[in-house]
């Protein structure tokens, strides 16, 4: 699971993870919800249409349940996520009890998520900035592994993820040990 601001690099790094995988992985993330058109065109402040208080939370909480389904099924997954809250993480930690989840905090600088925002041009300028300065994405508890992408996304980063990976005894990652009793 890979957790960082927009415009951090998780799809780019998804991509390159699952082009260096010798096994078939699943590429998931809210976005491609988003682009496959889930979301209701209307969005108000107010009403069933509150996208902040009403279809947002819900949206997420249906996103998290649906990572779980997809696991025990049988498939592998690199997922791509914002966890924006404290709460979402514990959430996700319940929700994937059981599992062997490998988290990864990736980081970048905040002028480099400022420059691919504006380079983008989808993305509200200072968004990624908020995730790391304002919501504190990086600060609901440690990772498995981390990275920095402020300098793009080589074949020596995806490498060092794929040998903490490989290296790290299954059901042991952060978020396991964090529904663990001591």
């Known amino acids: ?7 951090s690099g998780k ?3 998804a991509v390159a ?13 809210s976005d491609q919800f988003v682009a ?10 107010g009403g069933p249409f509150d996208w902040w208080h009403q279809l947002r939370p819900r949206f997420f909480a249906g996103f998290h349940r649906c990572l779980p389904a997809l696991a025990t099924a049988g498939n592998d997954l690199i ?16 929700l994937l009890a059981g599992l062997d989840v490998f988290l990864v905090g990736v980081h970048c600088a905040p002028d480099e998520l400022d420059r691919r925002e ?33 300098q ?5 980063l995806v490498d060092s993820i794929l040998t903490a990976w490989r290296h790290q005894t299954p059901h042991t990652g952060v978020l396991t040990r964090a529904t663990q009793g001591p």
């Open 11 to 13: 799809s780019t790094l």
């Open 79 to 94: 997922v791509e996520h914002i966890i924006e809250f404290r709460a979402w993480r514990h959430e996700l930690a319940v």
């Open 36 to 45: 496959a058109g889930m979301l209701p065109n209307r969005r108000e402040d």
């Open 118 to 150: 504006r380079a983008r041009g989808d993305r509200r300028i200072g968004e990624g900035r908020g995730h790391v300065e304002v919501n504190g994405i990086h600060t609901f508890g440690s990772y498995d592994h981390d990275v920095d992408t402020s």
């Open 17 to 29: 993870l699952r082009a260096a995988l010798d096994e078939p992985f699943l590429h998931v993330s």
């Open 152 to 156: 793009g996304i080589g074949a020596d």
């Open 1 to 7: 699971m890979l957790n960082g601001a927009s415009s």
